[in-house]
Each structure stands twice: as C-alpha cells, then as structure tokens.
C-alpha cells in the first residue's frame, strides 16, 4: 500500500513528493520492509514530450538534501541501500 500521493501531488511538479509505504519487497529470499514512497514527474527516457511518474519505496527515510536539486528520483538514491524504483509511462 502506498499513500500519500494523489494527481494533484503531480500537476506540474518536478520536485519529489514524500509519502508513507507498506509492504515487503523479496528478492532471493531477502524480505526488504518497504515504509517510505517518494515520487516525481520527470522526463519519458523516450519521448521528449512525455512525462512519466517515477516512484521510490525505501526501508529507511532519505536524508533530506538527497531531494534537492535532482533531475530524476532515481538520482536521490545513488549511496542508498534497500529501495525499490518504478517509473510509470
């Protein structure tokens, strides 16, 4: 379950909105608690003219200046351990 967001977090936004996350991502038998969603508008990879809503669950919070000055959530999460990132077309 992720909450948190809704379309209005989206219009015209290109700055991450925080929001709360719960589940369990597995993966080779490792079960990764999931409790924290970001997400963003950013660019299609391949249509210009597109955008596309990537989403960011994490276990742990993000620090709070790993949100700034990002051009895609994928960015923030670079030195991160335990996250899961879709991007939505």
Not at 52 to 71: G, R
Request: proline content about 3%.
């Amino acid at each position: 379950m992720i909450s948190g967001f809704s379309q209005q977090s989206f219009a015209a936004e290109t700055q991450a909105v925080t929001g709360k996350a719960t589940g369990t991502l597995t993966i080779d038998g490792k079960h990764i608690t999931l409790k924290y969603a970001y997400a963003m508008v950013q660019p299609n990879t391949f249509d210009p003219g597109k955008t596309d809503i990537a989403v960011l669950l994490t276990e742990e919070p993000l620090d709070e200046d790993a949100l700034t000055d990002i051009e895609e959530l994928d960015d923030a999460v670079m030195r991160q351990h335990s996250w899961a990132f879709f991007k939505l077309g």
